[in-house]
């Protein structure tokens, strides 16, 4: 398996713009969670679905973030419109069901720059 | 107060010491406790998990837990330059797919 997929790796965007940021989970994984890290906060959950519903979005920080998982092979994190306190790497990962709840496999992250 | 504390460093150590990272935690609920290393510029991959007091060992690592102190830390022995890296703690109540993390231990081994 190729592991968890996010695309794009980097982004740099202006002030204002939509950003979308995407992912593909391992496939079989039943929960799918966003994350984003920074510096000063460190990492924290955004979001997260099980079977393709969104179980918890407490951790989203503004309705300017909003989630979707269409089917069980992808997700996507859209901000819009995008400020510059947006920029942070955004991680997607997913899990098991069974088996070890704990253990999320991570993507690589999107790097996120707004300007 | 966080839920899970840990000093985020950068802890820096001659390469082949112990390593000692460690995090608290306030919530008794915690049943399950992890460590995730992160390398620059990549996302976290599990190296550790527990869930009971005591320790377990895996190689050079070894994971210790103390619910009654509500006190975990994570050991590194023989260090190496290849284990510098971020290491994060984690933790889950039972039946809960959320994690509650720490701020993570930049750790920086010298050859």
């Known amino acids: 398996d190729a592991g968890v997929i996010q695309s794009p790796r980097h982004e740099v965007t202006e002030m204002g713009q939509e950003v979308t940021l995407r992912c593909k989970p391992i496939s079989g994984h039943d929960y799918l969670f966003w994350y984003r890290q920074t510096m000063m906060r460190g990492l924290e959950l955004l979001i997260y679905f099980n079977n393709n519903v969104p179980i918890d979005d407490s951790g989203m920080p503004e309705d300017r973030f909003s989630a979707k998982m269409p089917n069980a092979s992808f997700s996507t994190l859209k901000i819009q419109p995008s400020e510059p306190r947006d920029s942070a790497v955004y991680f997607c990962?997913?899990?098991?069901?069974?088996?070890?709840?704990?253990?999320?496999?991570f993507g690589p992250g999107t790097r996120l720059t707004v300007l | 107060q966080k839920e899970v504390e840990q000093d985020p460093g950068p802890l820096s150590v001659p390469e082949g010491a112990i390593v000692s990272l460690n995090c608290t935690y306030s919530n008794s609920a915690f049943q399950y406790f992890m460590w995730y290393r992160q390398y620059s510029r990549k996302g976290p991959e599990l190296l550790m998990y527990?869930?009971s007091s005591g320790n377990k060992e895996d190689g050079r690592f070894t994971a210790q837990v103390d619910k009654s102190s509500k006190y975990i830390s994570l050991f590194i022995r023989d260090s190496q330059p290849s284990d510098s890296a971020t290491y994060l703690c984690a933790m889950a109540m039972v039946s809960n797919y959320q994690l509650i993390w720490g701020a993570g231990t930049k750790l920086i081994i010298k050859p």
């Open positions: 990962a997913s899990s098991l069901t069974s088996g070890r709840s704990d253990e999320q496999f």
């Open positions: 527990t869930y």
